[in-house]
């Protein structure tokens, strides 16, 4: 038995080391080619602010996901690494220091990581509420201190630079926003690339222990604390490194760097995407980057719509959107997903008219108190509707309540065929 399957062990490892390798050389291309097909300066900002989240999001899952630390004040790592990016960047133009651009995002994961060894070996002597709550508290202390202390943080009106007073690098002065994205687009490769081969060191293995048992941990010879500290430094330096390619997006920091709306988002990201899974929060980034960018320009309650996604996906999904894939993947490896696409099409449409029905509630509540004209009128997949108006209010009724009772009855079908695939994934030998 043993040598009939030896010879096949090396071509199952070498043939997941080219899956492994190809992921990542598939990802570096496509941050290559995006600017050939999406040249405007929009989708060059887009790309640029998606990548500078991923990283944001990335580090925070070193503590959320990894480590099993939840933190409401994420922000300050972020936003101390882009106010000294913004200083270091302003005093090289200055004193004409030998300093180019492309390392600047390392002086602002200097700024991250100073501040995590700073206070971070008082906030990891606890975990769960105690952690959290010393997170939120000290968010707000330098938040609020950011609009105390001008010198340093500018007040209101926050630190302005220019990127391009900097020594150029490879003839590049990166002016354009299609320098500035492939900056970002390296540091997002690089930092992705760091972030997962610390998750595969036996420090992070050691921090998913202390995730799930800081007591067998301690038994075993190792100090949570001490693990719970590392943690929160890298993910300090990365965040830092995050803050400090905003700096350089946008020419300049101020005090919503540091806001709890910042600390919100990251968290939104991370969960939303699947802290289980390290491409979880890259998902979570991009979506959460894309709503952002999307809904302000269309609705004023845009806050709502996130706060209604994530407490769907608390409820219906605690896996996130990765955790969503990966169930599949079972059932695409046993052949069975196909008994399940055909409930999937079916349940698809009144779960559409239920998401509709909301968005109509919501909007036409939101402007029922406005002012008459082009202010009340809500456009939904292109059919006009005023929120003044009877029909509007009947119509918007009769998505939400019909869409719910039919996607409720169309919801069970899908159950039932996922029981029947999963039982053939399971009878196959891919499914536990």
């Known amino acids: 038995m043993t040598d009939a399957t030896a010879p096949h062990e090396p071509k199952e490892h070498s043939g997941g080391g ?134 340093v943080f500018g007040g209101e009106s926050g630190i302005t630079t220019d990127r391009t007073a900097l020594p150029h690098m490879f003839g590049w002065s990166f002016g354009p926003q299609r320098q500035v994205y492939y900056l970002i687009a390296f540091w997002v490769m690089a930092s992705a690339i760091a972030m ?51 700096a350089i997006n946008f020419e300049i920091a101020n005090s919503a760097y540091l806001g709890a709306t910042q600390s919100g988002l990251v968290l939104f990201a991370a969960f939303i995407g699947g802290t289980a899974y390290f491409f979880g929060p890259i998902l979570g980034a991009i979506l959460v980057t894309y709503l952002q960018l999307g809904l302000t320009d269309v609705t004023t309650v845009w806050q709502l719509y996130f706060g209604l996604i994530f407490i769907g996906i608390v409820m219906f999904a605690p896996g996130g959107i990765a955790g969503l894939l990966m169930m599949h993947r079972p059932l695409i490896r046993a052949g069975s997903l196909a008994m399940v696409i055909p409930s999937y099409l079916v349940t698809a449409l009144p779960t559409l008219a239920l998401a509709l029905g909301v968005i109509l509630s919501i909007e036409t509540i939101a402007r029922y ?64």
């Open 18 to 151: 080219v899956r492994f390798y190809g992921t990542w050389l598939i990802a570096a291309i496509a941050l290559v080619v995006l600017p050939l097909f999406f040249s405007s300066g929009g989708s060059l900002t887009s790309f640029s602010l998606i990548g500078i989240a991923i990283i944001f999001a990335l580090s925070y899952n070193i503590l959320l996901g990894q480590t099993g630390l939840l933190s409401f004040g994420h922000a300050v790592h972020y936003g101390l690494g882009g106010f000294l990016a913004v200083h270091v960047m302003n005093a090289v133009a200055i004193h004409d220091w030998p300093l180019p651009l492309p390392f600047i995002p390392l002086v602002g994961g200097t700024g991250g990581l100073g501040f995590a060894i700073l206070v971070g070996w008082v906030m990891t002597k606890r975990a769960g509420t105690v952690f959290a709550m010393i997170s939120l508290g000290i968010g707000e202390l330098v938040a609020s201190s950011s609009l105390i202390l001008r010198s």
């Open 369 to 432: 108190t406005q002012s008459e004209g082009e202010g009340n009128v809500i456009n939904l997949v292109g059919i006009p509707f005023n929120a003044t108006a009877p029909t509007t209010w009947l119509a918007a009724a009769v998505l939400v309540i019909g869409g719910f009772a039919i996607a409720r009855l169309t919801w069970r079908r899908v159950a039932e065929a996922w029981d029947r695939a999963a039982t053939v994934a399971r009878d196959r030998g891919y499914l536990a």
């Open 196 to 246: 997962y081969a610390l998750t595969r060191t036996p420090l992070g293995r050691i921090c998913n222990a202390v995730r799930d048992n800081p007591e067998r941990v301690e038994f075993i010879g190792y100090d949570p604390h001490v693990v719970r500290y590392f943690a929160y430094g890298f993910a300090g330096f990365f965040a830092g490194v995050a803050g400090g390619l905003a």
